[in-house]
Each structure stands twice: as structure tokens, then as C-alpha cells.
T-cell receptor, first 114, second 111 residues
Framework: NAGVTQTPKFQVLKTGQSMTLQCAQDMNHNSMYWYRQDPGMGLRLIYYSASEGTTDKGEVPNGYNVSRLNKREFSLRLESAAPSQTSVYFC?????????????FGSGTQLSVL | RKEVEQDPGPFNVPEGATVAFNCTYSNSASQSFFWYRQDCRKEPKLLMSVYSSGNEDGRFTAQLNRASQYISLLIRDSKLSDSATYLCVVNSGGATNKLIFGTGTLLAVQP
């Protein structure tokens, strides 16, 4: 029972490089999310997708793009990485359409931008 | 003022102790409330939802006070395995209905 799988687990980038974080869930959830977690800040929502084919900005979307490729997959792309994007990134999915009754998180990606 | 505020701790308690965490929220339109648990370097996991009448799950009791806009989590008979960060989570209410996470309260249960 994989749940939410995100890759990679660790990544080091140089300023200006690009990369894509991959996320997939096998629970047939409609809603998927990308959060970042920084010390003293709590988890902050970057983007979310309430259903296949739709995406919306969260609290901190600048510098990121997302793609809801199908119901299972939701990727996060950094086009030109900046040191301020050094963080731990979590993908999540939820059981109810547009709702937040229970979030299931992936194991996280530790990203360092030098 | 932060939308969701928690005492960061750490709370250092001996095994068997009872410990309580409080969390305040600023948006009176919030309708859903949760406690998540996060172990060091791991993903958050839902511990329990918080219902208006209060609810209990084993050694864990959650309470909601809408008038004062705070929720609480009580842990009885603390175990070493309870050591973690406890995240207070509140939905934003209104049209967007997004979840707002507190910064977490660190609990360290000592042998």
C-alpha cells in the first residue's frame, strides 16, 4: 500500500537550475497539494489541485509551476531555483473533492539551493 | 497575528505524565480542526479531528472552544513514543477553504 510517493528524497541545485518534483498517489483521491515546510513557518501551501485538470495557487506560488498530469500524478517544477526555495517539500492528497477531511502526505523532498 | 498560533515548546515531560497543548486561531469562520503528528524528518500524519463536543481517542483528548477560538490536545500517561511535533491545523473557512498549519509544538517524553 504505497499511498503518496514523491521523488526525489534529496536534491541539491545551483541557483538558476531547474528541476521537477514528482508525486503520485494510488488512493484514487481527487485533491492533491504541494506544501513547503521551513523552520518557524509551518507548512505553507504552494499549489493545489482540487480535481484532475484543475490547479490553483496557494499561499506561496511564486517561482513554482505545477501540472496535474492525470488523477494520480501532480508534479511541481522550479524553473529557475533560488536559495529562498531551500526547504522541505511535501506532496499530499485528500479523500474528499475540494475538501480537507484528511491529508495523506508523501515522505518529503529535502531541497537545497546553493 | 498568525492565523494559527501554537507554543513551540519544547515540552519536556516524564513518562506517565499528562501534558496539554493549546492552539489559537484567528478566523472565526473556520469550521474544521485537526491535530497532526510529525516525527523528526518525517511527514505529518493525522492524529485526530477535533469535533465541537470534544472527542477522545485512547489517551488523547481534543477540545474545541469556539467562543475563545482555541483548540487543545491532552495526552494522558505519556509514552516515549509520543515524542514528536504536534501540528494544529485549521481550515480557513470561506470560499477558499484551505488548511492552515501551525508551526507545531515539540513534545519530548523523558524516561
Amino acid at each position: 500500500n504505497a499511498g503518496v510517493t514523491q521523488t526525489p528524497k534529496f536534491q541539491v541545485l545551483k541557483t538558476g537550475q531547474s528541476m521537477t518534483l514528482q508525486c503520485a498517489q494510488d488512493m484514487n483521491h481527487n485533491s492533491m497539494y504541494w506544501y513547503r515546510q521551513d523552520p518557524g513557518m509551518g507548512l505553507r501551501l504552494i499549489y493545489y489541485s482540487a480535481s484532475e485538470g484543475t490547479t490553483d495557487k496557494g499561499e506561496v506560488p511564486n517561482g513554482y509551476n505545477v501540472s496535474r498530469l492525470n488523477k494520480r500524478e501532480f508534479s511541481l517544477r522550479l524553473e529557475s531555483a533560488a536559495p529562498s526555495q531551500t526547504s522541505v517539500y511535501f506532496c499530499a492528497s485528500s479523500e474528499t473533492r475540494g475538501g480537507y477531511e484528511k491529508l495523506f502526505f508523501g515522505s518529503g523532498t529535502q531541497l537545497s539551493v546553493l | 497575528r498568525k492565523e494559527v498560533e501554537q507554543d513551540p515548546g519544547p515540552f519536556n515531560v516524564p513518562e506517565g505524565a499528562t501534558v496539554a497543548f493549546n492552539c489559537t486561531y484567528s478566523n472565526s469562520a473556520s469550521q474544521s480542526f485537526f491535530w497532526y503528528r510529525q516525527d523528526c524528518r518525517k511527514e505529518p500524519k493525522l492524529l485526530m479531528s477535533v469535533y465541537s463536543s470534544g472527542n477522545e481517542d485512547g489517551r488523547f483528548t481534543a477540545q474545541l472552544n469556539r467562543a475563545s477560538q482555541y483548540i487543545s490536545l491532552l495526552i494522558r500517561d505519556s509514552k516515549l513514543s509520543d515524542s514528536a511535533t504536534y501540528l494544529c491545523v485549521v481550515n480557513s473557512g470561506g470560499a477558499t477553504n484551505k488548511l492552515i498549519f501551525g508551526t507545531g509544538t515539540l513534545l519530548a517524553v523523558q524516561p
